[in-house]
């Protein structure tokens, strides 16, 4: 997603700083805190603009959530929507995530979501994808176990590789389908349509759609053995 230079960027950010989180790394371990509550925490790794987060914390308002967009003219757009909102379950970082054991604890989140992530089409550049198992395998250790992802992407090559690393990591494909809005199944997914989402089923674009977890669980919670 690119945009033009905002005017008076970092004025703007402070003017709409009340959800922000300027120094996101140490609140490694300390996120339920930040929240004052022991909800269950979602993360979305490159927000947007928020259209989906924002939309989620609003509806589904028992949750806490932090959306994280390392472009910050774009991230700007976050802020000002959810001091809008005035949203106390949701909180914003500015920064791109390298490795997300820099920002979270092991078992702190419950759930990940990765919306129209970067490509990277180019083979020697594959480790940059969000869905390279390095990344998904950092991403489900920071999750409860039983934590989902859920990824949406107009890419379907991407798609194809997600769904293979997925395999290949013995994960659990909870939902899936090649045409969400096209799809009878009624998937939660569809009422929170991000920016890119709705620009590409406007166009006639199939929209691909996988819910996974890394592991079966029993009915009264524990692990089961994959
Ligand atoms: C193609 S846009 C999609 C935006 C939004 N999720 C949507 O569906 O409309 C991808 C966004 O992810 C951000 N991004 C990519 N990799 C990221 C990372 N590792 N950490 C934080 N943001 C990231 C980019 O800056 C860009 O704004």
């Not at 480790?127 to 390279?132: C, E, G, P, S």
């Given at each position: 997603m690119r945009q033009r230079n905002v005017k008076n960027l970092q004025e703007r950010i402070d003017a709409n700083?009340?959800?922000?989180?300027?120094?996101?790394?140490?609140?490694k371990g300390r996120w339920h805190e930040l929240f004052g509550n022991d909800r269950p925490i979602y993360l979305e790794v490159g927000?947007?603009?928020g259209q989906f987060i924002l939309k989620r914390a609003e509806i589904l308002n028992d949750m806490n959530y932090i959306a994280c967009e390392g472009q910050e003219n774009i991230c700007l757009r976050v802020l000002e929507k959810a001091e809008e909102a005035g949203l106390s379950n949701l909180k914003v970082f500015m920064e791109y995530i390298h490795d997300i054991h820099d920002y979270f604890e092991e078992g702190e989140l419950e759930g990940i979501f990765l919306n129209f992530?970067?490509?990277?089409?180019k083979d020697r550049h594959a480790?940059?994808?969000?869905?390279?198992r390095r990344n998904l395998t950092g991403f489900m250790e920071v999750m409860k176990p039983g934590g989902i992802i859920e990824f949406k992407t107009d890419n379907d090559s991407l798609f194809e590789f997600s769904l293979e690393e997925i395999a290949d990591l013995g994960y659990e494909v909870l939902e899936m389908t090649r045409d969400l809005h096209n799809d009878p199944a009624n998937y939660q997914s569809k009422e929170f349509p991000t920016e890119y989402e709705e620009r590409f089923s406007a166009k006639g674009k199939n929209i691909n759609y996988v819910k996974f977890r890394s592991s079966a669980l029993k009915p009264d919670g524990q692990e089961e053995d994959i």
């Open positions: 700083a009340s959800h922000l989180v300027r120094e996101p790394k140490a609140m927000s947007g603009k992530s970067d490509p990277w089409p480790k940059r994808r969000l869905t390279h």
